[in-house]
Nanobody, 124 residues
């Protein structure tokens, strides 16, 4: 099991940027595929981005492609989500998740460990 702690959320105007961080502890971080998901009020949790453990290949939801960038620093046990050109519809609680030896799936059920989430609010 790996423990995950997100940070970096907040309130930003439309068009602005935020960078989320997720620090992992407890096991070998480099063996985990990492994902970012989000959940808006009244909606189901949805995939945002993911990065593989082995090749650092990245995957994105169509809604964020070209605006968000996922990256990882294995030396710091940290995965990042750089969010640019934010829109009000990006407002949600953002969660990072870890999947041991995973393939960076877009399916939330593939991930074993989750952080507590960080709120992102984009005002119009």
């Amino acid at each position: 099991q790996v423990q995950l702690v997100e940070s970096g959320g907040g309130l930003v105007q439309a068009g602005g940027s935020l960078r989320l961080s997720c620090v992992a502890s407890g096991r070998t971080f480099s063996n985990y595929a990492m994902g970012w998901f989000r959940q808006a009020p009244g909606k189901e949790r949805e995939f945002v981005a993911a990065i593989r453990w082995s090749t650092s290949t990245t995957y994105y939801a169509d809604s964020v492609k070209g605006r968000f960038t996922i990256s990882r620093d294995n030396a710091k046990n940290t995965v990042y989500l750089q969010m640019n050109s934010l829109k009000p519809e990006d407002t949600a609680v953002y969660y990072c998740a870890a999947d041991l030896w995973g393939a960076a799936s877009s399916l939330s059920q593939e991930y074993e460990d989750w952080g507590q989430g960080t709120q992102v609010t984009v005002s119009s």
